[in-house]
C-alpha cells in the first residue's frame, strides 16, 4: 500500500507544491512537483526532488546527544533537557547566554512561532541570527524609509515591462526575497511577452544568459552604479513621482556628487551603460528594479538597498501592477508599531549597532572572547551552522570551543554542532507541519497553503516543542506557552478597534480555534485575523479552510497597498533617512579608492543549500563543487595550475581552479557552506571543499546594518607550489 500526500518543500524561498509517495514504512518513493498547486503549477528543482533522500538521510540525529569529552552519548529527552536545565542553571547573568538562529527558522513554523518567545525567555540582548549575513541591509533601508522592517516591496514578475536585477541568480538560486516558484519560467515569460531583463553582476550568470543585457560590476560598487542612475534621471528631467515624499531635495543633492562618468571609474560599467540603463527604466511603461545578497553582503549593502527602493520611488514604479509591490500574506494582521528605529543599543565589544533587535553575527566571536562583564559563556543556536556561514568562521570554531555550556538544535552533528553539549534533534520535515509564515510575505502572488504532518511523531518532540520547552527552561515558568500567546493576541484583538473581533469575549473564540497542536492553533487565529481571514470580515480563511484545500490556495495578484504599509511617523515616505544620508559622506570617502588587484565574491549552485546539503549523494559532485572560478586571462598571468593558494588578511585556502570567462578579470569566486573535513556526515566529509569563510573579515561590515561583508573581500592567489606528474 502506499499513500499520496502534498506537502510543501521546506528547501528554498520559492515555496513549490510537492506531491510525495509513501510506501507502508513511511519511506518516501517518489517525489513530484504539485501540478496543482496554483503557484508553483507542478515546478520542481533537484532539492525538492531530493527531499525524501535528505529526510531519510542515515547520518541524520533521531535522539538527543550529549557530549562527554569527545565522546558523543544517545540520550533520552527527559534527560537532555536536563542537561540544558543544569547548563543554563550555571548563569545569573543573562547578557552571557546567547542564541544564533540560522535560516532554516525562515522555513519552520517553530521559527516562526517559537523564535520570539525563546528570545524573550533567555532575557538577553545577544540575539544572533543568519539576517547578519543576509538581508539585514533591506531591513534597515526598508525600516527607515517605509517604518517597517518587513515592508519589503517586491518585483511584481508576471507583469512588469523590465526589470533591472543586481546582485541576484534566481537560476540557481530559485529567488530571495521574492517568492516565485518556477522564477525561470517567470523570467523566459517576462521576455516573450516583450518585456526587458536587464543583469547586473561581475559573473556571467545563468540568470545573466537568460536576460537582454548583462552588465559587468565590479564587486561592492553597487551603490556607486545605483546612485549614478539616480544622478541621471534627475539630471535629466525623468524623475516621474506618484507618491508624496520627504527629502526629495536631499536625494537630489546626495546623486549631483555621483555622476555616471565619476562612477564609472569605479564601477567598471562605462558611462554611457549607467545614463541608458536610466533611460530605459524611465520610459518602461512599468518597471521593477530588484537587488538581492550580490548587493546586500557588501561594505555598502544598505545604501544599495536603499536607492534600489528610490529608483522605484523616482520612476514611479512603487505600489503600482508591473512595478515593486507590496505582497499582502494573509497572516499579516494590523499591529500597530512605533516609528522603526536603529542602533537602540550597541554590542558590547566593538559598539556595533542593534538592528531588528538583533546584533551582527560579524561580532559573535569578540563577544565570547573578550573579558568583562556580559561576556557570553553560554549558547543556543537553533538551525544554524555559523563557523561555516558566518564571516571568518574559523574564529567561532575556536571561541565555541571556548563556552561554558552549548546547546544546538539541529538534526546534524556538524562544524558547529559538534561543539555543543547537547544537540536535540527535530523530527523528519514529513513529521512537521509546514507553513511559510515568514516567506509568503514576499511573494509575487498573494498565496496561502499550509500542510499538516504527514507522518506521526512516534514518541519525539516537534520542533515547535523542542523550542518551546527551551523557553519555558530558561523562562523558569511552567504551562502552555501557546495558551498563553493565543489568550495575548485574542485579547489585543478584542481591544483593537476594527480588528473583526473587538469586544468579544477571548474564552468564547478560544473556543472556536481548530487545530491538532498549539501551533496549528496559532496559525488558525493567525488566519482567521488576517485580512483574508474569517473573524477581520473580509474572507472565509481559517486553518480549516486551508485543510480543506491541499493543494493550496491562490489569493489573487498583487494590489496597491502604500497606504496601509506605511508606519513612518510622518505618513510619506523618507526618501533620504538622515541614517542613510549621513552613510553617503562614506561612500564618497571611498570613491576614488584603488580597488584591490583580485576580489572575491559567493556564489550558490542550485543543488546547493548553504552549509547542509552536502550529504545528499544526488546533489553533490558535478558542477555542485567547491572550485574557484577565475578568469583564464588571471590563470595566465599568475602562471597558476589546477590548484591555488588564496590568502585574504584572514586566513588560507587551496583550491582547485575553475577557469572560466564568465567571470570578470580581477575577481574569483567561491561558493559558500563548504568545508566539511573530518565531518560526520560520511557523504558531505568525501565532498569536503574548504570554506570560503575562511578567507572572509569579520571586521568589515556594512556600518548601518552591521551586515557581514562577503562580496568584494581583497585576497591574493599564488600557485600552490605542488608540482604534478604527468
Ligand atoms: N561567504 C558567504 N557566507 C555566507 C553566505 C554567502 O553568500 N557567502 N550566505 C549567507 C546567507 S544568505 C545565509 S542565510 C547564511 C546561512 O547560514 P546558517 O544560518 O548557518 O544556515 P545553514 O548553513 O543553512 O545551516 C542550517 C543548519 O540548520 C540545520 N537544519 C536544517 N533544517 C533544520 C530544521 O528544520 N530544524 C533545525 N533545528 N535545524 C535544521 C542544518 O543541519 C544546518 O546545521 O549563510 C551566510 N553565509
Ligand atoms: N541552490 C541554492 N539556493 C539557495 C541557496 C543556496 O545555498 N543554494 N541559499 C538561499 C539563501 S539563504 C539565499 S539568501 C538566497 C540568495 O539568493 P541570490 O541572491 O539569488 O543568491 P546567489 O545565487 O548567490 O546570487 C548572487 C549573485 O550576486 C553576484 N554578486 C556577487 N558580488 C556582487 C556584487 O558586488 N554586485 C553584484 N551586482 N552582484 C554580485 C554573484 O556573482 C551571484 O551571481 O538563495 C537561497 N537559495
Ligand atoms: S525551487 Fe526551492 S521550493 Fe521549489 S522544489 Fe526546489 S528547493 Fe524546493
Ligand atoms: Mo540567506
Known amino acids: 500500500m502506499t499513500s499520496t500526500v502534498h506537502r510543501t518543500c521546506p528547501l528554498c524561498e520559492a515555496v513549490c507544491g510537492l506531491t510525495l509517495t509513501l510506501d507502508d514504512g513511511g519511506h518516501v518513493t517518489s517525489v513530484r512537483g504539485d501540478k496543482e498547486d496554483p503557484f508553483s503549477k507542478g515546478f520542481i528543482c533537484p532539492k525538492g526532488a531530493s527531499l525524501g533522500r535528505l529526510d531519510e538521510d542515515p547520518d541524520r540525529l533521531r535522539k538527543p546527544l550529549i557530549r562527554e569529552g569527545d565522546l558523543w552519548r544517545e540520550v533520552g529527552w527527559d534527560e537532555a533537557f536536563a542537561a540544558v536545565r543544569a547548563g543554563l542553571g550555571q548563569v545569573t547573568d543573562r547578557q552571557s547566554i546567547a542564541i544564533y538562529l540560522g535560516n532554516p527558522n525562515a522555513h519552520s513554523m517553530a521559527g516562526a512561532l517559537y523564535g520570539a518567545p525563546l528570545i524573550k525567555a533567555l532575557g538577553t540582548r545577544n540575539v544572533f541570527s543568519a539576517s547578519t549575513a543576509d538581508q539585514m541591509p533591506k531591513h534597515v533601508a526598508s525600516g527607515l524609509m517605509f517604518g517597517h522592517p518587513l515592508a519589503i516591496p517586491v518585483p511584481d514578475l508576471d507583469r512588469t515591462d523590465h526589470l533591472l536585477m543586481l546582485g541576484a541568480n534566481p537560476l540557481e538560486s530559485n529567488g530571495s526575497l521574492c517568492t516565485a516558484p518556477d522564477f525561470p519560467g517567470r523570467l523566459k515569460a517576462l521576455r516573450a511577452r516583450g518585456g526587458r531583463l536587464v ?12 536576460a537582454d543585457e548583462h552588465v559587468f560590476v565590479r564587486p561592492g560598487t553597487d551603490a556607486y552604479l545605483l546612485f549614478g542612475i539616480v544622478h541621471t534621471l534627475f539630471a535629466e528631467d525623468l524623475v516621474a513621482l506618484r507618491h508624496q515624499v520627504n527629502g526629495l531635495d536631499q536625494v537630489r543633492e546626495a546623486a549631483k556628487h555621483f555622476p555616471p562618468e565619476v562612477v564609472s571609474r569605479r564601477t567598471g560599467v562605462p558611462a554611457a551603460v549607467i545614463v541608458r540603463l536610466a533611460r530605459e527604466l524611465a520610459a518602461a511603461r512599468t518597471a521593477a528594479v530588484y537587488a538581492r545578497i550580490g ?88 538551525a544554524g551552522n555559523p563557523v561555516l556561514s558566518a564571516p571568518h568562521g574559523d574564529r567561532l570554531d575556536t571561541a565555541f570551543g571556548r563556552l561554558d555550556f552549548m546547546v544546538s538544535v539541529d538534526p546534524y552533528l556538524n562544524e558547529t554542532t559538534k561543539h555543543a553539549n547537547v544537540i536535540l534533534p527535530p523530527p523528519r520535515v514529513l513529521q512537521s507541519g509546514h507553513y511559510d509564515f515568514a516567506l509568503l510575505g514576499f511573494a509575487v502572488r498573494n498565496y496561502a497553503r499550509y500542510s499538516p504532518p504527514s507522518l506521526p511523531l512516534e514518541g519525539q518532540p516537534s520542533e515547535a516543542q523542542i523550542l518551546a520547552r527551551l523557553a519555558m527552561i530558561a523562562s523558569g515558568l511552567e504551562g502552555d506557552l501557546d495558551a498563553f500567546v493565543i489568550d495575548e493576541m485574542l485579547r489585543k484583538a478584542a481591544e483593537t478597534p476594527g480588528s473583526g473581533i473587538e469586544g468579544r469575549d477571548v474564552a468564547e473564540l478560544r473556543d472556536l480555534l481548530e487545530g ?57 515616505i523618507e526618501l533620504a533617512p538622515p541614517r542613510l544620508i549621513e552613510d553617503v559622506e562614506r561612500l564618497r570617502g571611498k570613491m576614488d579608492e584603488e580597488p584591490p588587484e583580485i576580489v572575491l565574491i559567493g556564489r550558490r549552485h542550485l543543488r546547493s543549500n548553504n552549509s547542509w546539503l552536502h550529504n545528499v549523494g544526488t546533489l553533490v559532485g558535478g558542477s555542485n563543487t567547491c572550485t574557484l572560478q577565475i578568469n583564464p586571462a588571471d590563470v595566465a598571468r599568475l602562471g597558476l595550475a589546477e590548484e591555488a593558494v588564496v590568502r585574504s588578511a584572514k586566513g588560507q585556502v587551496t583550491v582547485p581552479l575553475e577557469p572560466t570567462d564568465s567571470i570578470m578579470p580581477g575577481v574569483v569566486s567561491l561558493p559558500h557552506g563548504w568545508g566539511h573535513a573530518g565531518s560526520a556526515q560520511s557523504v558531505a566529509a568525501e565532498h569536503a571543499g574548504v570554506s570560503v569563510n575562511t578567507l572572509t573579515d569579520e571586521s568589515a561590515v556594512d556600518v548601518p546594518s552591521g551586515n557581514a561583508v562577503f562580496n568584494g573581500v581583497p585576497v591574493t592567489i599564488s600557485p600552490t607550489g605542488v608540482i604534478t606528474a604527468h
Open 295 to 382: 548587493t546586500c553582503t557588501a561594505e555598502f549593502g544598505t545604501l544599495a538597498q536603499w536607492l534600489v527602493d528610490v529608483l522605484n520611488v523616482l520612476t514611479g514604479n512603487l505600489d503600482r501592477p508591473g512595478g515593486a509591490m507590496f505582497p499582502k500574506p494573509a497572516t499579516e494582521f494590523g499591529a500597530r508599531r512605533r516609528p522603526y528605529q536603529v542602533g537602540r543599543w550597541k554590542s558590547r565589544v566593538r559598539g556595533l549597532p542593534e538592528a531588528n533587535g538583533e546584533l551582527p553575527v560579524a561580532t559573535l566571536a569578540d563577544e565570547i572572547e573578550t573579558p568583562g562583564e556580559g561576556r557570553i559563556r553560554v549558547l543556543l543556536t537553533v
Open 199 to 210: 543583469v547586473v553582476d561581475p559573473r556571467r550568470t545563468r540568470t545573466a544568459a537568460l
Open 516 to 572: 491538532e497542536t498549539g501551533g496549528e492553533r496559532r496559525l488558525d487565529l493567525m488566519l482567521r485575523l488576517g485580512p483574508y481571514g474569517e473573524w477581520a470580515g473580509k474572507g472565509d480563511l481559517s486553518l480549516r479552510k486551508l485543510l480543506d484545500n491541499p493543494h493550496g490556495l491562490d489569493l489573487g495578484a498583487l494590489e496597491p497597498r502604500l497606504d496601509e504599509v506605511l508606519k513612518t511617523a510622518s505618513g510619506l
